[in-house]
T-cell receptor, first 117, second 110 residues
Framework: NAGVIQTPRHKVTGKGQEATLWCEPI?????VFWYRQTIVQGLEFLTY????????DSGMPKERFSAQMPNQSHSTLKIQSTQPQDSAVYLC???????????????FGEGSKLTVL | GDSVTQKQGQVTLSEDDFLFINCTYS??????LFWYVQYPGQGPQLLLKVTTANNKGISRGFEATYDKGTTSFHLQKASVQESDSAVYFC?????????FGTGTKLQVVP
């Protein structure tokens, strides 16, 4: 059973360029989450989807970050006009939500390490 | 808002030492609490989960008890091994998304 798949594993961009990160959740999982991990801030929540619908994007920097989930097997995180402070590991996670409250464990991918020069 | 606090940034132990990692939380709900472990180059993976129904979680020799009185969820292990070296995260889920502590890096020396 494949886990959460994230691509690319490493991406280097120049300041001002666009970066798109992909996530394939575990088949059958109804919730997909994006987190950002840095040494200074730790694991920061960005956004999540349930049954492909956006539920909470309260952690997303509003101006340059966007996320989509066009189908149940695929989510993307796009960062426009990347800045050096966007450098981080971006982690995607999925979970099965068996009821109205999301109390299931998260299954994380290995992350996409973004470096903005 | 909900929050999780891990005060220990790094812990260094010798093999067979007792492990204690502190975690406290703040919430107005009755959350589910988790401990995740992260190895280099990997995403966090679940170590154990505790709900208000069971109060205690045990996995792979690790255990954590949900204490509503002190709002704590400390992680313990009686005897650590070098293979336990990793970063440990406490997390809280109050019904939306999981909030993580800043992590505690455990280094076990032989």
């Amino acid at each position: 059973n494949a886990g959460v798949i994230q691509t690319p594993r490493h991406k280097v961009t120049g300041k001002g360029q666009e970066a798109t990160l992909w996530c394939e959740p575990i088949s059958g999982h109804s919730a997909v989450f994006w987190y950002r991990q840095t040494i200074v801030q730790g694991l920061e929540f960005l956004t999540y989807f349930r049954n492909q619908a956006p539920i909470d994007d309260s952690g997303m920097p509003k101006e340059r970050f966007s996320a989509q989930m066009p189908n149940q097997s695929h989510s993307t995180l796009k960062i426009q006009s990347t800045q050096p402070q966007d450098s981080a590991v971006y982690l995607c996670a999925s979970s099965w939500t068996g009821g109205p409250a999301n109390t299931g464990q998260l299954y994380f991918g290995e992350g996409s390490k973004l470096t903005v020069l | 808002g909900d929050s999780v606090t891990q005060k220990q940034g790094q812990v260094t132990l010798s093999e067979d030492d007792f492990l204690f990692i502190n975690c406290t939380y703040s919430t107005t709900t009755y959350p589910t609490l988790f401990w995740y472990v992260q190895y280099p180059g990997q995403g966090p993976q679940l170590l154990l989960k505790v709900t208000t129904a069971n109060n205690k979680g045990i996995s792979r020799g690790f255990e954590a008890t949900y204490d509503k009185g002190t709002t704590s969820f400390h992680l313990q292990k009686a005897s650590v091994q070098e293979s336990d070296s990793a970063v440990y995260f406490c997390a809280l889920d109050s019904g939306t998304y999981q909030r993580f502590g800043t992590g505690t890096k455990l280094q076990v020396v032989p």
